[in-house]
């Protein structure tokens, strides 16, 4: 180790230190600058990377509120349109059953009409049979009972009896 203490010279690092500077003075106008360029442009793209990474992130943000907005909105209205579905089924399903009662009362009661019009019909024929055949007997038994004239007077003298004169 002394002889390396030793062998130092002093004209040699006065050399050494210009190479040096001469050195850093090229690296400095040649290298370092495109060096330090290319870094701030990479610092300045990574920045710009990164804001826009975070523009991003707040867009789909905004875009999964709006989706889910849309969504809610998008149920509220199919369930109003099937509420509203149901009330017209309702109303059409208690129209129909009312117009289908409507309907069974009216052909019940034009039924109950025919029946009571048949029915007077068959009970006036019956009564216009009734009283011509009563007619007929009459007449046939009067015809008989008052062939003879002893009879007739008979007939009337009992009238008479029951008859009261005012």
Excluded: C
Aim: glycine letters at 2%; proline letters at 1%.
């Amino acid at each position: 180790m002394d002889a390396l203490i030793n062998q130092f010279s002093y004209g040699l690092f006065f050399w050494q230190i210009i190479i040096l500077l001469i050195v850093i003075f090229i690296l400095g106008k040649f290298a370092w600058k495109p060096i330090i360029n290319a870094l701030e442009e990479r610092e300045k793209g990574i920045s710009d990377a990164l804001a826009s990474a975070e523009k991003a992130k707040l867009e789909m943000a905004r875009l999964t509120n709006e989706n889910e907005q849309l969504l809610k909105e998008a149920r509220a209205e199919r369930d109003e349109i099937l509420k509203e579905a149901k009330e017209l089924k309702d109303k059409i399903v208690s129209e129909a059953k009312h117009e289908a009662q409507d309907s069974a009362k009216k052909i019940l009661e034009q039924a109950k009409q025919e029946i009571e019009e048949q029915k007077n019909l068959a009970l006036a024929e019956v009564k216009n049979q009734v009283s011509s055949l009563s007619l007929d007997i009459a007449r046939k038994v009067l015809t008989k009972e008052f062939q003879d004239q002893g009879k007739q007077e008979a007939f009337v003298a009992d009238l008479l009896k029951d008859v009261k004169l005012n």
